[in-house]
C-alpha cells in the first residue's frame, strides 16, 4: 500500500496564479484532511472531509477550495495565489471507528511558495 | 487558535538519556495523540492515548495523561540519534461526534539527540 501520497512535492507559483494539489489514499478511510504547517505555528487544518462528496471548513479556509469527488482523493485548489500562502500543506486521511479513532496518517507534503 | 501548548520548544540531549516533553490544552478532549516529524518529512502517528487512561506504553515511549490539569507528557527513554525529530500532541474529539475527527496540534517540541 502506498498510504497517502501528495502531488507535487515542490511548486513556485507567481501571486495571482492558480494551482491544485492533489491528496490521494489507498486505505479506504472515511475522513480527509488538508493541512499547513508554518514554522512556529505548528499544523493548522484548511478544510476537511467526511465522505465522498462532502467538504467543511478548518480553522484557515480563506483562499481555499477542496473536493472530494472520489472516496480516495482530495484536492485542495488555490484561486488566486498570495505571498501569504507561502507554506508545506499536508493531506492526512482517517478511518471511522466509534467511539475513538482518529489517529490521521499523513502524506510527504508539498512545499508551495508563492513570489 | 492552537489548543495544544508544548515545552520545551527545543530538546537537546546525548544518546542513552531520557527525554520528555510536555503539552498543556485548554478544552475538554476526548483524547491525546503524540506524532514525531523527520525533518521535511510528513507526520506520524506514535500513540493515542484516551481521555479515560491516564498512562500508556509502546516500546520506549511513554505516555501519560492528567485530565485535571489539562496536561501529558511523553517520555522517550534511552534515545537514540535516530529520534532526533520534532514532535507535536495533537487533541482530538470523537470522530462519530461533531469533531469528526479533527485534531488541533500544538507547535511541537524539536528533539535532538546527539550520538
Known amino acids: 500500500n502506498a498510504g497517502v501520497t501528495q502531488t507535487p512535492k515542490f511548486r513556485v507559483l507567481k501571486t495571482g496564479q492558480s494551482m491544485t494539489l492533489l491528496c490521494a489514499q489507498d486505505?479506504?478511510?472515511?475522513?480527509m484532511y488538508w493541512y499547513r504547517q508554518d514554522p512556529g505555528m505548528g499544523l493548522r487544518l484548511i478544510h476537511y472531509s467526511v465522505g465522498e462528496g462532502t467538504t467543511a471548513k478548518g480553522e484557515v479556509p480563506d483562499g481555499y477550495n477542496v473536493s472530494r469527488l472520489k472516496k480516495q482523493n482530495f484536492l485542495l485548489g488555490l484561486e488566486s495565489a498570495a505571498p501569504s500562502q507561502t507554506s508545506v500543506y499536508f493531506c492526512?486521511?482517517?478511518?471511522?471507528?466509534?467511539?475513538?479513532?482518529?489517529?490521521?496518517?499523513f502524506g510527504p507534503g508539498t512545499r508551495l511558495t508563492v513570489l | 487558535s492552537q489548543q495544544g501548548e508544548e515545552d520545551p520548544q527545543a530538546l537537546s540531549i546525548q544518546e542513552g538519556e531520557n527525554a520528555t516533553m510536555n503539552c498543556s490544552y485548554k478544552?475538554?478532549?476526548?483524547?491525546l495523540q503524540w506524532y514525531r516529524q523527520n525533518s521535511g518529512r510528513g507526520l506520524v502517528h506514535l500513540i493515542l492515548?484516551?481521555?479515560?487512561?491516564r498512562e500508556k506504553h509502546s516500546g520506549r515511549l511513554r505516555v501519560t495523561l492528567d485530565t485535571s490539569k489539562k496536561s501529558s507528557s511523553l517520555l522517550i527513554t534511552a534515545s537514540r540519534a535516530a529520534d532526533t525529530a520534532s514532535y507535536f500532541c495533537a487533541t482530538g474529539g470523537n470522530a462519530g461526534g461533531t469533531s469528526y475527527g479533527k485534531l488541533t496540534f500544538g507547535q511541537g517540541t524539536i528533539l535532538t539527540v546527539h550520538p
Open positions: 492526512a486521511s482517517s478511518y471511522l471507528r466509534y467511539p475513538f479513532n482518529n489517529e490521521q496518517f
Open positions: 486505505m479506504n478511510h472515511e475522513y
Open positions: 492515548i484516551r481521555s479515560n487512561e
Open positions: 478544552t475538554s478532549i476526548n483524547n
